[in-house]
């Protein structure tokens, strides 16, 4: 499940890029002028930092040379699925707060489990959008890279052991 959500969120984080996001996440201190639904905690910057170190989130997408009609249509895709749940994201946001600061209240943790399903089924089904774009071709392409990737993961970081 863990893989299919990080793939997912490769997928639809394939043409989206956000503007300033790469230096929010560098930022070492904390800016004062920013709105606050924009910092992020330590963690999250920390993740955001990785990723993009790793090639950020259009990684996979680069080797399967889409054309820019096909980056278009993934673009949109992403656009649209972001703007569809940002109420979602953004309520799901507010309840994080709550647990951290000690007063989610047990219907709040119901409340963000439902969210945290219905945000995981609008990414499958972005991801099943953004998979019609690919020709067979690009398709097959991708599903050997996820296999190697998957049957590498192990061998690049050994002393890291996922659980089951």
């Known amino acids: ?34 709105a606050p639904s924009r910092q992020r905690d330590p963690q999250m910057r920390r993740m955001m930092r990785r990723r993009n170190m790793r090639g950020g989130r259009a990684r996979g997408f680069r080797e399967l040379n889409l054309t820019d009609q096909q980056r278009q249509q993934m673009r949109s895709i992403a656009q649209t699925q972001l703007q569809s749940t940002q109420a979602q994201r953004q309520e799901l946001r507010q309840l994080m707060q709550k647990r951290r600061a000690g007063t989610l209240a047990p219907q ?17 089904g972005g991801r099943t959008q953004m ?3 690919l020709t067979p071709e690009q398709k097959t392409q991708l599903e050997q890279t996820i296999k190697t990737r998957r049957e590498n993961r192990g061998k690049l970081r050994p002393g890291k052991q996922r659980v089951i």
Not at 108 to 124: G, K
Request: proline letters at 4%; charged letters at 15%.
């Open 108 to 124: 709040d943790e119901t409340r963000a489990r439902e969210l945290r399903q219905q945000l995981m089924q609008s990414r499958q």
């Open 1 to 34: 499940m863990f893989i299919r959500i990080k793939f997912a969120f490769v997928i639809l984080g394939a043409a989206l890029t956000i503007p300033g996001g790469t230096a929010l996440a560098q930022q070492t201190q904390p800016n004062n002028n920013a």
């Open 131 to 133: 998979l019609t774009v």
